[in-house]
């Protein structure tokens, strides 16, 4: 059985995003026991960081929380090692967005919920990628950071196994166990990993760096966890249809 590790982002109103880390056994030893000794090593040159704190990658980007004392260069160190951890892993993540400017664009109040939407696109895809790494019998387990929509998440994954949902799923997932379990973040170290790796995707595709350090810092990271990302698509709907009237209609307009 394989672990699957999925983490939530959004960027402001505009778009939403859902990571999956798949891991094996060998993943979830060589992952868990990386950051345990890069936080180790922090804390060696930060004597007040406590080598227990979160990978938590926004607060590493920033500067907040438990990362509040930390250094840029040491945090730059710190998400270069975490992405370098994740690239030699026997991990495999996808990445799936929602672009709602344009889902609200093409289908205003009928537009599923951007959470909903964008979860299903993203356990169907990490169905089809369970299938293709492993044996017919072979399932994964879903792990997700503790949130307010657990039951309505837990809901859809049983409708999402039971056949295929209109507008979420082309087809039922099969290689998904029983629900879907949900766990503090600060004490696991893939939801973490999880975590780092959608924020970090998430910033690329959105956000235009205005430092140059800034800039450099995430590509050198993103280039590392794409090394293991084997989907990252953005789902943005076309614009709504235009009627055009023709040449000799002559219907008053407005």
Do not use: C
């Not at 710190?78 to 892993?89: D, E, I, T």
């Amino acid at each position: 059985m394989r672990l699957v590790f999925i983490d939530e982002s959004a960027r402001d109103d505009a778009y939403y995003f859902f990571g999956a880390l798949i891991v094996d056994a060998e993943a979830v030893r060589s992952i868990e026991r990386a950051l345990d000794e890069i936080a180790v090593l922090v804390a060696r040159a930060i004597p007040t960081f406590d080598p227990s704190a979160e990978f938590h990658a926004v607060d590493m980007f920033h500067g907040k929380g438990a990362w509040r004392g930390v250094p840029l260069g040491w945090r730059v160190k710190a998400a270069r090692l975490v992405a370098g951890a994740l690239s030699r892993s026997s991990g495999v993540f996808v990445f799936r967005g929602v672009d709602l400017v344009a889902q609200r664009s093409r289908y205003g109040e009928d537009s599923y919920p951007a959470h909903l939407l964008t979860l299903g696109q993203l356990l169907e895809e990490v169905d089809r990628r369970l299938a293709g790494l492993d044996e017919a019998d072979q399932l994964g387990l879903v792990l997700a950071d503790e949130h307010h929509s657990a039951a309505g998440a837990r809901r859809s994954l049983r409708d999402f196994k039971l056949a295929k949902v209109p507008g979420y799923t082309n087809h039922p997932l099969t290689r998904i166990a029983d629900t879907m379990y949900f766990g503090p973040s600060h004490e696991s170290r893939l939801l973490q990993a999880a975590d780092f790796a959608t924020y970090f995707l998430n910033r690329n595709a959105t956000v235009v760096e205005r430092d140059l350090r800034a800039e450099k810092a995430v590509a050198a990271v993103v280039r590392r966890v794409r090394q293991i990302t084997v989907q990252e698509y953005v789902w943005s709907p076309p614009p709504p249809l235009v009627s055009v009237a023709a040449p000799n209609d002559t219907t008053p307009r407005g």
